[in-house]
């Protein structure tokens, strides 16, 4: 999760500089404030993985239409 985005990072895996592992580790957690440190250009990788707003899920299922 970054900020507000549900991220699949299964295709970035294996290309992340601290490893998948590191990236299971932090699964189910808002990495917003770990990534204040990377470069502009990673925000950017990060954005074209989104899947979902945990927010809009999170209301869609409250108050379903």
Do not use: C, Y
Not at 14 to 41: S, T, W, Y
């Amino acid at each position: 999760i970054l900020n507000d985005n549900i991220l699949d990072v299964t295709s970035f895996a294996a290309h992340h500089p601290g490893g998948a592992v590191f990236l299971r580790n932090n699964q189910l957690k808002n990495v917003a404030e770990d990534m204040k440190f990377h470069e502009p250009l990673t925000l950017t990788l990060a954005n074209t993985m989104a899947i979902g707003s945990f927010k809009k899920d999170i209301e869609r299922l409250i108050q379903p239409t």
